[in-house]
């Protein structure tokens, strides 16, 4: 997301906990800071569904979100893994430009994570 949008972990986590320990109960506070520093956004770090590396499911209450929910799959592949990320999300405001820039995060975070394991 860098360095356009900056997602913090909330204050004292350092790592989703790979245990499922609070599933369901929000985690903490994760600003969204545009350009590392005007917050834009805050999202209650909550995860209902976990199988430590495999999959997650988050469903984390957004200022700017009705609903969220967005579940990961690493799938083993030849060369490393896939990672699948599927969405469900409904924005309290401009649902098309809301909806095209949650792609352009997503592509991006895509194209990141194959750029680094490469």
Known sequence: MRPL???DFPKGMTHIPRDGSGLGT???NCPFLLLGLLPVDLSRLTFVEM??????VEQSPLLSMKSWRHERT????AEGA???DSLEFTPRFAAPIVGFFVTKLFQHRHAMLAKHYR
């Open 82 to 84: 896939t990672v699948t």
């Open 26 to 28: 929000p985690l903490g």
């Open 5 to 7: 949008l900056k997602l």
């Open 51 to 56: 199988e430590p590396g495999r999959r997650f």
């Open 74 to 77: 690493i799938t083993p592949a």
